[in-house]
């Protein structure tokens, strides 16, 4: 997570990725036909800064990514510091990044209000990725709303109460998404609505898809479980699962009017990217697609995670701290630093990943390369392609 020269994104799960960046960035997205790799290396700038503002939440959600606390960290960043961010982010010079507003659950902090008009009154756009809890009331939405916050994102694992209420570990959050959508709409906020995908919750989906279907949103985000934080306890999908609901998704993109985008699972592109090929349009048709949108952009590449104590990484589901916000210029360790400058070059990638003629629009989950190798730069084991000669 509109379309216009700086309209609003839509937030993704908390340390997840968006959709693709509707601001853009220059350079062309071409499809395979016309590789110009350049065009989506985002050397320059992030499209989305991720900030984790706490871990506290009143969750405990099984596959929580920060390990969520009840109590916030006396190691989060101040509200000085806090602004200290957005006065660093300045330096990535227009366009600037969007700031995502996430945990935990931002709401626990008292000083939102003051951190999203601060990001409003420098020009950075800023979305919400809010825990449900009795805390997410229309009263706040409302207020955030006023501060500057653009977009907000809601989860939605199961289709009923008891699956999703399951996962999330509370009682009753389902039927409080619920009413936190309604309120979204009361207020004006577009909503991004983000469900998991594991072993458990897959079956489940065509379901899901039907009551997101009814609730108004923007953009359907698919999160592919990587086993970091609480989610090492939950199961991944197989490969062949994951091509197989690629292409259920591709032909639900066609008949819904929400969007549809993956996260940790950038394979998708080359199943899309087929797909329109395969019904004769041309590689400038499909970059202007919401999947050609989003070509290249991945962990490292156009997006950048800060954690609540000012650690920074390629992303919340990568765990390979290069600095910190309250020691180091923010705008230097995107640019220069060796870790996210090896993961903009897909000439380092290895096994299969290293020779797919899709590389520079897929990429590949580098966190889940890391996940289960250790290296960052391996091939994505969710991925079943095998590149040939022929691509």
Do not use: E, K, S
């Given at each position: 997570m509109v379309e216009t020269q700086r309209p609003p994104t839509t937030p993704?799960?908390?340390?997840?990725h968006p959709g693709p960046h509707p601001g853009g960035h220059p350079g062309r997205l071409p499809g395979v036909g016309a590789v110009q790799p350049r065009g989506l290396v985002y050397d320059r700038a992030p499209m989305l800064?991720?900030?984790e503002t706490t871990l506290a939440c009143g969750l405990a959600c099984r596959h929580c990514r920060?390990?969520?606390e009840p109590e916030r960290s006396p190691l989060e960043l101040t509200t000085d510091e806090g602004k200290a961010l957005l006065?660093?982010?300045?330096?990535f010079g227009e366009p600037l990044p969007h700031v995502v507003f996430t945990g935990g659950d931002p709401l626990r902090r008292p000083d939102l209000e003051e951190l999203v008009v601060a990001a409003t009154e420098r020009g950075i756009g800023a979305s919400l990725a809010p825990a449900v809890t009795p805390d997410l009331t229309k009263e706040r939405l409302a207020s955030l709303k006023a501060a500057g916050i653009q977009t907000i994102s809601l989860s939605l694992d199961g289709s009923d109460p008891a699956r999703h209420d399951g996962l999330r570990g509370v009682d009753g959050t389902f039927a409080m998404t619920m009413r936190a959508a309604a309120w979204a709409h009361e207020v004006g906020l577009p909503i991004q609505v983000n469900t998991?995908?594991?072993d458990t919750t897959l079956d489940d989906l065509p379901a899901v898809c039907e009551t997101v279907g009814g609730m108004g949103i923007l953009r359907w985000s698919l999160f592919f479980l990587i086993s970091v934080g609480r989610g090492s306890v939950l199961r991944e999908i197989t490969p062949a699962q994951s091509e197989r609901l690629f292409h259920w998704l591709y032909e639900l993109s066609k008949e819904r009017r929400f969007q549809v985008k993956t996260t940790e699972a950038t394979h998708y592109r080359r199943v899309a990217i087929r797909a329109m090929e395969a019904e004769g349009m041309s590689d400038d048709e499909i970059a202007r697609t919401s999947v050609g949108r989003g070509f290249g952009i991945r962990d490292?590449?156009?997006i950048l995670f800060v954690s609540h104590d000012g650690s920074v990484y390629p992303s919340g589901f990568l765990p390979l701290a290069v600095g910190n916000v309250r020691a180091d210029d923010v705008v230097r360790l995107y640019r220069e630093h060796p870790t996210f400058t090896s993961l903009r070059d897909t000439s380092q990638y290895k096994g299969r990943c290293g020779i797919c003629p899709y590389v520079d629009r897929c990429g590949g989950s580098r966190a889940r390369a890391y996940a289960w190798t250790g290296d960052v730069l391996e091939a994505d084991p969710l991925?079943?392609?095998v590149p040939t000669a022929e691509g």
């Open positions: 993704g799960h908390p340390g997840g800064v991720y900030w920060a390990t969520a006065d660093r982010i300045l330096g998991l995908v594991t490292g590449n156009g991925c079943p392609f």
